[in-house]
């Protein structure tokens, strides 16, 4: 009954590539490869580096049959029917010899390794050496291997295999002729499985076949091992739900709902999401790597226009393109960079299931953004409103423009000026009253602000930050109890009062009180009765201003040199 039955073999043994023209997703590799057999520039040691599962161990035991097969094809493919080719494809050749690095990686290995690589092949025309995992090799393992590298006998070739090519010295790479194998794509490794499938004669649908794929990185032996527990599972009928449940995997319509919640502000669908994702034992942090890919999908549509960028089956495309229509770009990159920040955060994260539910509480209330030039749009509508005469509806008419001086004069019961406005360089402070105002204390605080705006001296306001201001008729009261305070506010007192003076066209007193100041003369050697220095008047002309950006002067010649928290009214 045991001669009846049959062995299993597992399908990535069973399914290994056998010829250059089988190997999936490395076309580049293997045009070279076939090319150098064809010409007779075969070189004698070659690295093969890249992912796990891709085809670097496959391609060594390939180029080592069509090295010595004694029946080669046209295309330098090897027949793996001659004996040479069988004793390869069996493992039993004395002629390709594999050998695991991890496990022979000691100088007492290469010795003689070296030693068995002076007798000439039996029945090829080469003698083969792949070593797999290489970068295990030691210091000195690799140092021994050197000199046999670099000028081997004319029988002997070398083929290097590692996944951490890194970790190969440079003395060894620069002896040998590198190819990188890629990682496989997603189409090459459904069209792959679905060979294998058709082969099996088992059903699989397309979703099933691109969530094995995803699931495998980018390595073909991983898919094809995940294809073997699938079926052990589910038979010769494999349908997507079986596939979920196996791999544990969360379903898209998860994540079109977490969308639907944020469109629609729903914080309390948010929590139930969490909920379910916690009490069917999905991981968090996969969780938060398939919504950032959701994101990147809807993104990838208002980007292209189109679904073709996207990884999926024919339903959940459709539903790409119809649900990226109701999403800016800008949401969509805050939406990403929330959900990538927070699955960092999670690896120091006490409490991850708090922490998943904040970051989707504050996805569903995130507000949306709009585009400053859409906003200089509308204020360019208001502007043009106002100057027609237009009466503008409410919430239009909460940003105004800059009202004239004349009409605040009038609405103040002030005297407007032109002087003032020539004497200035340009438009006078709106609310400044003139000369023949009268100067009562409430005037005098009442317009405190504006002149601190207008006189811009970074160390005044420094000081004046730290004293106490009381308002009079006609007069300022700076009060101190710091002596080094109201030192320095007697080496700006008439520079202030200069200002003042200007500023509100009549004379003004400024008096310190408190603390009395320390003579600075008398640190220095000078008179005690000698007058303080008076420090350097500004310069009459106002520094260049810089260049601005060409929306923030769009914004200025919008509203004038004021910004929107300056504009009266």
Not at 322 to 344: G, H, I, V
Not at 435 to 450: A, G, R, V, Y
Request: with cysteine; net charge neutral.
């Amino acid at each position: 009954m045991a001669d009846t039955e049959e062995t299993f073999v597992v399908t990535a043994r069973k399914w290994r590539p056998m010829r250059f023209d089988e190997v999936a997703g490395q076309n580049h590799i293997a045009a070279t490869l076939r090319n150098a057999i064809l010409s007779g520039r075969v070189h004698h040691a070659y690295l093969f580096t890249g992912p796990r599962g891709v085809g670097k161990t496959t391609s060594a035991r390939i180029m080592a049959k069509a090295l010595n097969c004694l029946n080669p094809g046209a295309n330098a493919e090897p027949c793996n029917e001659c004996a040479s080719c069988r004793d390869i494809i069996e493992g039993r050749s004395i002629d390709a010899v594999e050998i695991d690095g991890a496990s022979n990686n000691s100088v007492d290995d290469v010795r003689k390794l070296r030693e068995n690589s002076r007798y000439p092949p039996v029945h090829g025309k080469y003698k083969l050496y792949i070593i797999d995992e290489v970068h295990m090799l030691s210091t000195s393992a690799f140092n021994a291997l050197l000199k046999t590298l670099e000028e081997p006998p004319e029988h002997l070739i070398f083929i290097l295999a590692t996944t951490e090519v890194h970790k190969v010295p440079a003395t060894i790479l620069s002896r040998c002729q590198r190819f990188d194998f890629r990682r496989m794509e997603i189409e090459t490794i459904t069209e792959r499985l679905r060979q294998i499938a058709a082969g099996e004669g088992a059903e699989i649908d397309e979703d099933s076949l691109i969530a094995i794929a995803k699931k495998a990185d980018g390595s073909m032996r991983d898919s094809q091992s995940i294809f073997d527990q699938i079926v052990a599972f589910c038979g010769k009928d494999i349908r997507y739900d079986d596939v979920a449940g196996v791999l544990n995997l969360i379903d898209q319509d998860f994540f079109f709902g977490i969308t639907r919640a944020i469109r629609e502000r729903d914080a309390a669908a948010m929590f139930g999401m969490a909920r379910e994702v916690v009490k069917k034992g999905y991981d968090i942090g996969d969780c938060l790597r398939g919504l950032l890919e959701h994101f990147r999908n809807l993104l990838s549509v208002l980007a292209s226009g189109n679904a073709s960028l996207i990884e999926s089956s024919a339903v959940f495309l459709e539903r790409y393109e119809k649900e990226a229509a109701c999403f800016a770009m800008p949401d969509l990159l805050r939406l990403m960079n929330l959900a990538a920040s927070t699955e960092q955060s999670l690896r120091f994260s006490a409490q991850p299931r708090v922490r998943f539910e904040l970051a989707l509480a504050q996805m569903a209330m995130m507000e949306k953004s709009t585009d400053i030039l859409t906003l200089i749009e509308e204020f360019r509508a208001v502007k043009t409103a106002l100057s027609g005469g237009q009466r503008l509806p409410a919430a239009a008419r909460q940003v105004q423009p800059q009202a004239s001086a004349q009409s605040i004069a009038k609405e103040q019961n002030t005297e407007y000026s032109p002087a003032s406005k020539e004497k200035s360089g340009g438009s006078a402070p709106p609310t400044v009253p003139t000369k023949n105002s009268p100067h009562k204390k409430d005037d005098i605080s009442l317009h405190w602000q504006e002149f601190l705006r207008k006189y811009n001296n970074k160390a005044l306001l420094s000081l004046l930050s730290k004293v106490e201001i009381r308002f009079f008729d006609g007069e300022i009261e700076l009060h101190t109890e710091t002596a080094f305070v109201a030192d320095q506010l007697v080496v700006q007192k008439s520079a202030l009062t200069k200002a003042l003076s200007a500023f509100f066209n009549a004379p003004i007193t400024v008096t310190i009180s408190g603390k009395q100041p320390v003579s600075t003369s008398s640190h220095k050697g000078f008179d005690d009765k000698a007058p303080a220095p008076q420090p350097t008047p500004p310069p009459t002309q106002p520094p260049a201003p810089a260049e601005r950006h060409p929306v923030e002067q769009e914004i200025i010649n919008l509203f004038g040199k004021y910004g929107l928290h300056e504009i009266p009214g």
